[in-house]
């Protein structure tokens, strides 16, 4: 049987498509080709790839311009990459026409999220009065806060009631688009996961599952879901 293909859609650094190889060898592990898509592709281009690829992977990286959320940039601390936002506005897009399963992963989750309607916190640690590290400095192997996950939810059957998970986020989810339910939260409230409400498999998490993907029951988990949905729609 021929592998379902993955779109992982990674940074631009300087000029250079970067993405962290534990990205793709999270891909490879659960049984997909995962496949980095370059910058400077236009839209139909983009359209022709959705239309071959079995499954979009949206990964981490800076923030997305708060004008797609209709804010103005509140401080020093958003970073924002126009290039990487126009791409991936477009590729969001077409992932959610597609049908084709979607995984959002850190910043992942912030775009799929803005790119269908919703918004972010900006600035976690200067709007939010919270005392959990949403930005931790152990190292990314280590789960550091807990994620309590809503019953008869996807990211409930893969981690159970509750888990803890790596953080390396300094915006979150403020409005969730109308398109996904909120599944896990941490426990000052921030959302940590959404998922589709219909048949497309969309899942969405503020974590980073691809550090520990080999070692870590739940993270491993995601990865084998989300390529196991890929590999259902893959004929
Ligand atoms: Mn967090």
Same mark, same amino acid.
């Given at each position: 049987?021929?592998?379902?293909?993955?779109?992982?859609?990674? /940074?631009?650094?300087?000029?250079?498509?970067?993405?962290?190889?534990?990205?793709?060898?999270? @891909?490879?592990?659960?049984? *997909?080709? +995962?496949?980095? @898509?370059?910058? *400077? $592709?236009?839209? #139909?281009?983009?359209?022709?790839?959705? #239309?071959?690829?079995?499954?979009?992977?949206?990964?981490? *990286?800076? #923030?997305?311009? +708060?004008?797609?959320?209709?804010?103005?940039?509140?401080?020093?601390?958003?970073?924002?990459?126009?290039?990487? #936002?126009?791409?991936?506005?477009?590729?969001? /897009?077409?992932?959610?026409?597609? *049908?084709?399963? @979607?995984?959002?992963?850190?910043?992942? $989750?912030?775009?799929?999220?803005?790119?269908s309607g919703g918004s972010l916190?900006?600035?976690? +640690?200067?709007?939010?009065?919270?005392?959990?590290?949403?930005r931790q400095t152990e190292s990314a192997e280590i789960g550091t806060h807990k994620v309590t996950t809503e019953p008869d939810s996807l990211i409930r059957s893969i981690a159970g009631e509750s888990t803890f998970t790596n953080s390396f986020h300094h915006q979150g989810v403020k409005v969730p688009s109308p398109l996904f339910r909120v599944t896990a939260r941490a426990e000052d409230g921030m959302i940590e996961a959404m998922e589709g409400t219909g048949d497309q498999y969309v899942l969405l998490v503020q974590w980073h599952p691809e550090f520990t993907s080999g070692t870590n029951e739940v993270s491993r988990g995601i990865f084998a879901s989300f390529v196991d949905a890929c590999k259902r729609l893959h004929v």
């Open positions: 049987m021929k592998k379902p293909l993955i779109l992982i859609f990674g /940074s631009n650094d300087n000029g250079r498509l970067m993405l962290r190889r534990n990205y793709s060898d999270s @891909v490879t592990g659960a049984g *997909g080709i +995962p496949l980095a @898509v370059p910058f *400077g $592709i236009d839209e #139909d281009g983009l359209k022709q790839l959705a #239309d071959t690829a079995d499954g979009f992977l949206f990964a981490g *990286g800076v #923030d997305i311009d +708060p004008s797609y959320y209709g804010e103005t940039v509140l401080n020093d601390t958003v970073e924002i990459d126009p290039i990487r #936002d126009s791409h991936e506005a477009i590729a969001v /897009s077409l992932a959610l026409a597609s *049908g084709k399963p @979607v995984l959002g992963i850190c910043r992942g $989750i912030q775009s799929v999220n803005v790119f916190y900006q600035d976690i +640690p200067s709007q939010i009065n919270t005392a959990i590290k949403h």
